[in-house]
């Protein structure tokens, strides 16, 4: 089992995955991204999912704090 060194990376692949399956669509412009481009960073306290929209720039971010 490969690890990044977050604790609780399995929940945190269950938050980026909801997001992915719930989170399609741009909020400004409606588009729809199938592709569900999520990305993830941490600082080791935080995660922060941010999405940023193919068809109009628009960036989402959700921020999770760690323990
Ligand atoms: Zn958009």
């Not at 269950?14 to 960073?41: F, I, M």
């Not at 306290?45 to 960036?59: E, I, L």
Request: hydrophobic residues 25%; contains cysteine; proline residues 3%.
């Amino acid at each position: 089992m490969a690890t990044n060194g977050i604790a609780g990376s399995t929940a945190l692949d269950r938050l980026r995955r909801r997001y992915e399956t719930t989170q399609k669509k741009c909020p400004a412009c409606g588009y729809v991204d199938h592709g569900a481009n999520w990305t993830s960073r941490t600082d080791g306290r935080r995660v922060v999912y941010r999405h940023v929209c193919p068809s109009c720039d628009a960036s989402r971010e959700h921020t999770f704090r760690l323990g």
